[in-house]
């Protein structure tokens, strides 16, 4: 039996591409990713991120400051690469702690705890 | 100095994309391990891809140097090299490191005929050099690279990696309980130390990191006796005969979910912590790296 497609694809989408999408296609709004802190001084805070390269320390030149004695001045970076944000140690006193096990370096997924020093985070990765 | 280690791809047997692996990944085995000035390459499973576009993201002005051990020539240990972006760089030096024969270079090549892919090997425009070992070592860079025989069908190399006074060793596709000292132990006392013979315990020897293949759990091993891999649990047994610091467990069954590597990977710690050992264990990621020459 045939079934009757409704047109409410978006006038934008090229006239190619129409019979290629389901009739319910619409681009949805993005979520950004987020750096939700769970412990340390300031918590409980969420962070939107949305640079593609942000600093976590206690100094003055991160971009993310945690006013923690535990905490670095530059302790971490944080990098996006297609959309993907990769946490990397920058020789932290106290390390970079993913879901327990001490990174040099990591991708970020969805849930991810991260701590550094006496800081925890939990990464709620967006859309 | 640094001794990094990066895993680009954990998965055994077969790439599993998809929701239910996105946390530990779904490509096949790839591990990258490099200094500030050499890069090596365990293995060429799927997770070469990407580690590929990342060289290619910031290649030297010289050109990339770059060496690659194989520890067997299995699909998902070869099937990602005809996708490596480096290899058609005319300025990409590509050591391909094997035994006196290099069957290794010879299977890599023949994955590349035109029955499988549209690009032959010969037109790759790195220069591609088979380099054998002797006496079961190498220089490559700053390293010095062991290799050791493993119990797999067709066979499989493992590899013991030296830099700056810390160690890694790569033991993939090896089927520990088949080399087990008594072959009835884990059923008759499955909590009891599986002990394994000093020459496959050897090469192991207070390593800072063993990246070895733990594909099964106690369970699931049973139904594939002979199929060439380990239990976690056995995996845990070695390390800890070994003095091993820490022990990533990779190379997951195509069929274990994030969860599932969860379960597994717990199991393997409280098996540790049971038997007393101070042994660190984890499921190895796609996308992390550890850093060993921290102290």
Same mark, same amino acid.
């Given at each position: ?37 769970? &412990? ?10 949305? &640079?593609?390269?942000?600093i976590i320390g206690r100094g003055? &030149?991160a971009?993310?400051?945690i006013?923690s004695?535990d905490v670095s001045r530059t302790h971490a970076q ?9 946490i990397e140690d920058l020789d932290s006193r106290n390390g970079v702690f993913?879901?327990?096990?001490q990174v040099h370096a &990591? ?7 991260l701590q550094l020093g006496?800081v ?8 | ?13 077969? =790439? ?113 050099? =088979? ?21 797999? =069908? ?22 520990? %309980? ?18 394994? =013979? ?59 979910? %994030? ?32 850093r060993?020459?921290r102290?």
């Amino acid at each position: 039996m045939a079934v009757k497609r409704t047109q409410t694809i978006d006038e934008e989408v090229p006239q190619t591409m129409m019979n290629r999408l389901p009739a319910s296609f619409k681009p949805r709004p993005r979520r950004a990713h987020q750096l939700e802190q769970t &412990a340390g001084p300031g918590s409980p805070c969420k962070h939107e991120l949305s &640079a593609d390269a942000l600093i976590i320390g206690r100094g003055s &030149a991160a971009d993310l400051r945690i006013d923690s004695d535990d905490v670095s001045r530059t302790h971490a970076q944080l990098l996006r690469i297609d959309d993907e944000y990769t946490i990397e140690d920058l020789d932290s006193r106290n390390g970079v702690f993913l879901n327990g096990l001490q990174v040099h370096a &990591a991708v970020l997924r969805d849930g991810d705890q991260l701590q550094l020093g006496d800081v925890v985070f939990t990464y709620n990765e967006g859309s | 100095m640094g001794f990094f280690v990066r895993f680009w791809g954990v998965r055994g047997s077969i =790439p599993t994309p998809g929701p239910r692996t996105r946390r530990y990944g779904g490509n096949t085995s790839c591990i990258e391990m490099r200094s500030d000035s050499t890069v090596l390459i365990f293995d060429a499973g799927t997770g070469l891809r990407e580690l590929g576009v990342s060289l290619m993201r910031n290649p030297p002005k010289e050109g990339l140097d770059l060496h690659l051990f194989l520890s067997h020539p299995h699909w998902d240990h070869i099937q990602g090299f005809p996708f490596f972006g480096p290899a058609y760089l005319k300025n990409t030096t590509l050591t391909v490191y094997g035994s006196e024969k290099n069957e290794n270079y010879q299977l890599l090549s023949g994955q590349m005929s035109n029955a499988y892919f549209p690009v032959a090997f010969k037109d790759l425009s790195a220069r591609i050099v =088979p380099k054998a070992f002797v006496d079961d070592e190498v220089q490559a860079g700053d390293f010095v690279v062991k290799r050791f025989e493993q119990k797999h =069908p067709g066979g499989s190399a493992g590899f013991r990696v030296e830099h700056g006074g810390n160690a890694c060793v790569y033991a993939t596709d090896s089927e520990l %309980d088949l080399m087990l000292i008594d072959p009835n132990g884990p059923a008759k006392a499955p909590r009891t130390l599986r002990r394994l =013979p000093t020459p496959l315990v050897t090469p192991m020897k207070n390593a800072d990191l063993l990246i070895a293949d733990a594909q099964y759990t106690d369970e699931e091993y049973p139904a594939k006796v002979g199929w060439g891999h380990a239990r976690a649990n056995t995996v845990v047994d070695l390390a800890i005969q070994a003095g091993v610091k820490q022990l990533a467990l990779t190379h997951h069954d195509p069929m274990q979910s %994030d969860r599932d590597v969860d379960a597994k990977v717990l199991t393997a710690s409280e098996r540790a912590r049971s038997i007393g050992a101070e042994l660190d264990v984890f499921g190895a990621r796609e996308g992390v790296t550890l850093r060993l020459d921290r102290g």
